[in-house]
């Protein structure tokens, strides 16, 4: 069993919503538990990019909201976490688990997939994909070491929920500024709920289905993604998004798309990521 961390943390108001803990504040943790299991399987974050040049991008997550949780719960929250490898040491998996202090029962499983890269530039951090090897592999255990490759939760969650009843759908522009940009000026992974969450909230204001409404009212019970490519400092995009009934609530569809690839209105754009979220029902 790979080697597990567990580290306690107060709560404060800017954790949560009015429905749960914030889906960016969740993401927040789970680039905690990565930095924090790189450091303790293998070495100082600093030391991988510095003195072996590796360092890992993230390709994907899965989050689950798995009862509810607000405020007035608990003042502090317990993680454990945990990280190996799979695909034959080509991708790297991390399993977090959020509790109240003192309590046995979970309120949050999240899951981070991360792509191995060396790096090959200098302070832009230039990298390219390779599965992780000498002596960063070295320092991990055998059972830290999944030869199995994961599902692509994505593509399987995004035909399942699409088979239910359009419900609404919209296209919501934006700009990548420098507060969600991480050291090479490329979008951090966590702005994806943000993102998502401007799109759903934007289609319960303008009316419509009155079922849209709920995407203020309800809170999620998962957020997952797929992210296939970065964007960059002032990037302008676009988040196109389609409202599903499923399973008894919706289930919202985003393609988040990056700047146009040439000129003109009708210019390809290229799909950067796609996150589904299915709010409680």
Same mark, same amino acid.
């Given at each position: ?10 709560? $404060? ?11 960016? =504040? ?23 990019? !510095? +003195? ?37 040491? +080509? ?5 977090? !688990?959020?509790?109240?202090? /003192? ?28 599965? =992780? ?14 030869? /199995? ?6 593509? +399987? ?47 319960? =204001? ?7 409404? $709920?995407? #203020? ?9 797929? #992210?296939?490519?970065?964007?960059? #400092?002032? !990037? ?41 979220? +299915?709010?409680?029902?």
């Amino acid at each position: 069993m790979p080697r597990r961390f567990h580290w306690v943390r107060p709560l $404060h108001t800017l954790d949560f919503s009015p429905l749960q803990l914030h889906p960016t =504040m969740v993401l927040s943790l789970t680039i905690e538990a990565l930095a924090t299991c790189i450091r303790g399987q293998l070495c100082d974050w600093r030391v991988l990019v !510095e +003195q072996h040049r590796w360092s890992t991008v993230i390709v994907g997550f899965d989050v689950r909201w798995l009862r509810p949780f607000t405020f007035f719960d608990a003042s502090r929250l317990e993680l454990d976490c945990g990280m190996r490898t799979r695909k034959d040491d +080509q991708l790297l998996e991390v399993q977090l !688990e959020l509790r109240p202090e /003192s309590e046995d029962e979970r309120v949050v499983s999240a899951s981070l997939l991360c792509r191995p890269v060396e790096v090959t530039g200098g302070a832009a951090l230039d990298a390219r994909p390779a599965p =992780m090897r000498g002596a960063p592999l070295a320092m991990l255990r055998d059972d830290e070491r999944e030869p /199995s490759a994961p599902g692509r939760v994505v593509p +399987q969650r995004e035909a399942l929920v699409s088979s239910g009843s359009l419900v609404a759908e919209r296209i919501t522009d934006f700009e990548i500024s420098r507060d969600e940009c991480e050291v090479a000026d490329q979008w951090r992974f966590s702005v994806l709920p943000a993102l998502a969450g401007r799109a759903r909230e934007a289609l319960a =204001m303008e009316g419509g289905d009155p079922r849209v409404r $709920h995407g #203020l009212s309800r809170a999620l019970a998962s957020t997952t993604a797929e #992210l296939r490519r970065p964007m960059y #400092l002032r !990037e302008a995009g676009q988040v196109r998004t389609r409202v599903y009934e499923h399973e008894g609530s919706l289930a919202y569809v985003h393609h988040i798309h990056g700047a146009p690839l040439g000129p003109g209105p009708d210019a390809e754009r290229p799909l950067c990521a796609t996150v589904i979220e +299915q709010l409680r029902a």
